[in-house]
């Protein structure tokens, strides 16, 4: 997904443009924008409320005085507290994959890559605890829709595992089953999420090696796993 | 009711009993049907065939009788895993038994499975605080290969939690998926998964190899 062009670069860089608050002190803005920037901040109002309230106890009148719209407004956008909650998962869950993607494909050599993609996963969770609450917690609350979606984004991470089957011997290969990367995609997820709701989504990201080791392990032999997970 | 002719009857408590399991059974089958979210007393009291009444006897609410289905669920699937260790010596075979034991439990309850494991998770924060409990006995239980295993301590912090997790997850997907009924056949797979970290991966296999099952059932 390219960048919103209508947003100021420092808060594209920062924070899902899809997310961020209208900037204040602006005005006269074209119609379409303050449209489009509505949705956002209806989205952003919703993981604000869900944070504060969880997906059940959250009203359509808790999104609107977050977001500081009208009830009117919120109805031009979305039919229910579902559909919202729908459109803000599907846009954090988007903004995570990417920044998976880019840190996996910028690495070096595979190991190192499912560090990074790890480690960019972790970085964006801790750094934004109501998104993490939302796309890894309130998700399986949100009804059957958004618990479907949820599971196919846990299980879009695992042809990241799969493709560190490629090059390894044929010992290697006859330790792996083919329900390896669903369980060390799970088992990470897994852990995630009792961090978020144990309230401990700001230390995410000291689970870091223990992640990687745990992932890497069955590719490359515990000490070798042991030794990427710790390096710098 | 009148007991049968010739026989002590029933007892208040014997019955009391009964009837929560039956509600409980209810419950879940009616949850598998429509999902949690959408189930009302009256579905419960009509799969049960019992009076409303009788229901709130037993239970203050669709939320405190959902406890109670993951209470007893959780419950039981511990007791069997104890048991199915217990006739085994090494922690090896022990996580082979109990492993056995508890997908023989998913695969024969599946209704029941489904409502700790799957719709649990969307059933408020009572239900998750028990799923949760739930999972930190089996971490307890993976804790003591750390004993069994050369590296001891040194094992990553997390690794019981990610194993649990990981078990939980496939367990998961085959229900939502509608294959948890080969479950079982997973064992092997599971086994070793869960061992290789403990105890290296060809001892692992070679426990996941025995078959533990005959004495599970």
Redo the contacts between chains.
């Keep these: 997904m390219a960048p919103d062009p209508d947003l100021p670069p420092e808060q594209a860089a920062e924070y899902p443009p899809e997310l961020s608050r209208l900037p204040p002190g602006r005005h006269g803005l074209p119609r379409e924008f303050v449209a489009h920037n509505q949705r956002e901040r209806l989205i952003a109002g919703l993981a604000e409320a869900i944070a504060e309230n969880g997906y059940s106890g959250t009203t359509i009148a808790h999104i609107t005085r977050h977001a500081a719209v009208s009830r009117r407004t919120f109805y031009e956008h979305f039919s229910s507290k579902d559909e919202c909650f729908v459109a803000a998962y599907d846009t954090v869950m988007t903004k995570l994959r990417e920044r998976v993607g880019e840190a996996f494909d910028g690495a070096d050599d595979w190991p190192h890559a499912v560090k990074a993609g790890i480690a960019a996963m972790l970085r964006f969770l801790a750094a934004e605890p109501n998104l993490a609450r939302l796309c890894m917690v309130e998700a399986l609350v949100a009804g059957p829709v958004v618990v479907e979606r949820y599971d196919a984004a846990i299980q879009s991470f695992v042809p990241y595992f799969q493709s560190g089957r490629e090059g390894r011997s044929q010992e290697i290969l006859a330790r792996l089953s083919p329900t390896t990367e669903e369980a060390l995609v799970g088992g990470m997820m897994s852990l995630i999420s009792r961090r978020i709701i144990a309230g401990r989504t700001a230390e995410l990201e000291i689970l870091l090696p223990d992640l990687v080791e745990f992932t890497l392990s069955p590719y490359l032999g515990s000490d070798e796993a042991a030794r990427v997970a710790r390096e710098g | 009711m009148r007991p049968p002719p010739g026989r002590q009857p029933l007892s208040k408590e014997f019955i009391a009993q009964h009837q929560r399991a039956r509600i409980i059974a209810a419950l879940a089958e009616e949850t598998v049907t429509q ?1 949690y ?1 959408a189930v009302t007393v009256a579905d419960i009291v009509r799969r049960a065939g019992i009076a409303r009444n009788t229901f709130y006897d037993n239970f203050s609410s669709k939320e405190d009788c959902f406890l109670a289905a993951s209470e007893f669920g959780a419950t039981e699937a511990l007791r069997r895993v104890a048991a199915a260790a217990a006739e085994f010596d090494t922690w090896p075979a022990r996580v082979n038994a109990g492993l056995a034991a508890f997908l023989h439990h998913v695969a024969t309850e599946p209704a029941l499975a489904r409502t700790c494991i799957v719709e649990a ?2 059933a ?2 009572a239900a ?1 605080e028990r799923y ?1 409990r739930s ?1 930190q006995s089996f971490v307890q239980l993976f804790r003591l290969g750390r004993k069994v295993s050369p ?1 001891g301590e040194e094992l ?4 019981e ?10 367990i ?2 085959r229900i ?1 998926i509608g294959q948890v009924g080969q479950i079982e056949e ?1 064992l ?3 086994v ?2 869960s061992l ?2 403990y105890i290296g ?1 060809e001892a692992a ?1 070679r426990v996941a190899a025995e078959q533990p099952r005959t004495t599970a059932g």
């Excluded at chain 2, 939690?161 to 496939?170: A, C, K, Y």
Aim: aromatic share 10%; net charge negative.
């Design positions: 999902g979210r998770l969307s408020g924060p998750v949760e999972i590296q990553p912090d997390t690794l939690e990610t194993i649990v997790g990981g078990l939980f997850w496939i998961y997907q939502v997973l092997p797979e599971l070793e998964f290789t970290p991966a296999k």
